[in-house]
T-cell receptor, first 111, second 114 residues
Framework: KQEVTQIPAALSVPEGENLVLNCSFT??????LQWFRQDPGKGLTSLLL?????REQTSGRLNASLDKSSGRSTLYIAASQPGDSATYLC??????????FGAGTTVTVRA | DAGVTQSPTHLIKTRGQQVTLRCSPK?????VSWYQQALGQGPQFIFQ???????QRGNFPDRFSGHQFPNYSSELNVNALLLGDSALYLC?????????????FGDGTRLSIL
């Protein structure tokens, strides 16, 4: 059974600081890994998808890396802003086609 | 282009009742998955529907059932509601076989059991 862990569970930083969010998974036989953002009481917004053959993906201030062999992914958010405050979730897709999620990292960016 | 839409947005029920939640997938998507998200936790996979059949199922009891219609929309039914069923229920849509395309989520239905 795939287990996904996110560390830390919560993070508070001053505006402008870079954010580093970690995700680990136990079964490296994955198709891809996705990072999502969730605002309070809302659904999930897809941020980045990294295919199993890729090492990283970038979108604006976001960069996600993937080390499939060690079961790790890292999401970097450069120059954080108060609008980046949200919960960030990582999820992997394996042979069973379903998303297996971590519990998320709740980020607060202080103005 | 409408994304994934879910209804209702909020629902309050009492123990023992049954509930039906609805989802319309993003245009062009034919696969619908349902997830349960308890407070402070990540979403847990309930089941997935494709071609009107349940293709995959997570570790949920038979009280949870679903249906997919010819227009790809889907329903999630929960019978004999328990207090522990209180959660945000999320619907995600995707295209069959497009494993390297992101799944799109709706805003969810918040179910509260009294």
């Amino acid at each position: 059974k795939q287990e996904v862990t996110q560390i830390p569970a919560a993070l508070s930083v001053p505006e402008g600081e870079n954010l580093v969010l970690n995700c680990s998974f136990t079964d490296s036989a994955i198709y891809n890994l996705q990072w999502f953002r969730q605002d309070p009481g809302k659904g999930l917004t897809s941020l980045l998808l990294i295919q199993s053959s890729q090492r990283e993906q970038t979108s604006g201030r976001l960069n996600a890396s993937l080390d499939k062999s060690s079961g790790r992914s890292t999401l970097y958010i450069a120059a954080s802003q108060p609008g980046d405050s949200a919960t960030y979730l990582c999820a992997v897709v394996a042979h069973d086609y379903k998303l297996s999620f971590g519990a998320g990292t709740t980020v607060t960016v202080r103005a | 282009d409408a994304g994934v839409t879910q209804s209702p947005t909020h629902l309050i029920k009492t123990r023992g009742q049954q509930v039906t939640l609805r989802c319309s997938p993003k245009s062009g998507h034919d696969t619908v998955s349902w997830y349960q998200q308890a407070l402070g936790q990540g979403p847990q996979f309930i089941f997935q529907y494709y071609e009107e059949e349940e293709r995959q199922r997570g570790n949920f009891p038979d009280r949870f059932s679903g249906h997919q219609f010819p227009n790809y929309s889907s329903e999630l039914n929960v019978n004999a509601l328990l207090l522990g069923d209180s959660a945000l229920y999320l619907c995600a849509s995707s295209s069959a076989g497009a494993f390297n395309q992101p799944q799109h989520f709706g805003d969810g239905t918040r179910l509260s059991i009294l």
